[in-house]
């Protein structure tokens, strides 16, 4: 085991650590031939510059993030927003999967220490997405819970609250420095797995433990590989 001690739980981040985040193609599917091929790649990337900017000021429904990133995102390349087609993107999310073997590791790891999910996902959301991984959580924390999403200090406070637990307590998992490991570092927890997924840099200063393969994360906690 390469933790010092064995935490009280391990907590996730779950939409592009546990579930595959599919809104890049969902998007594609739904604007379909109103997104030009010449535009696509910029509206995508600044589309999630976008999310994570909704996301860092007054708590609005995740909907709403997602409506007024597309909304902004259109009017920076030029293309017509269209409010249904933010609704319809946003009512896929529940029907995306976990990434290839997330559901046996997860299984695995919860015979060694119990689960935890704090998500950017609102309730209902959480929850759909919780089921699809068929694995056994203690706890699922949604940002329509905690009235704040990721990267706020605040969830991660709110966190420490709602386990009852020290920043020592816990091993966080994430595959974003960007929206966890560097808020997860500023509040102290020490213990931190970086699932690197290729979306985002290796910021290896930030202190964790990186794996490449979801099979290599109950190894961590002394477990043998399948």
Not at 26 to 31: C, D, G, H, I, P
Not at 57 to 69: L, N, T
Not at 73 to 87: C, H, K
Not at 209 to 220: K, Q
Request: overall charge negative; glycine content about 6%; hydrophobic content about 40%.
């Amino acid at each position: 085991m390469r933790f010092e001690n064995k935490p009280k739980f391990v907590t996730f981040d779950m939409n592009g650590t546990l579930i595959k985040f599919s809104i890049n193609d969902t998007m594609r599917e739904v604007l379909g031939d109103r997104l030009p091929a010449e535009v696509a790649d910029e509206y995508l990337r600044i589309c999630k510059a976008y999310r994570i900017d909704e996301c860092t000021g007054a708590y609005q429904p995740f909907h709403r993030v997602v409506a007024r990133s597309m909304e902004r995102a259109s009017r920076s390349v030029g293309l017509e927003y269209r409010e249904d087609e933010a609704r319809a993107v946003y009512d896929r999310i529940p029907t995306w999967g976990p990434y290839p073997g997330v559901t046996e590791a997860l299984n695995r790891l919860a015979e060694e220490v119990p689960l935890v999910i704090i998500t950017n996902s609102d309730t209902a959301h959480a929850v759909r997405l919780t089921e699809n991984l068929k694995a056994p959580f203690e706890v699922v924390i949604s940002a329509e819970e905690m009235g704040v999403y990721k990267p706020r200090l605040q969830a991660f406070e709110y966190l420490f609250d709602k386990l009852g637990v020290t920043p020592d307590e816990l091993v966080h998992v994430s595959a974003s420095p960007m929206y966890d490991h560097r808020s997860a570092a500023v509040m102290g927890i020490k213990n931190k797995v970086y699932v690197d997924r290729g979306f985002e840099h290796d910021e290896h200063w930030l202190g964790y433990e990186r794996i490449t393969d979801i099979a290599d994360l109950p190894v961590l906690f002394g477990l043998p590989r399948p």
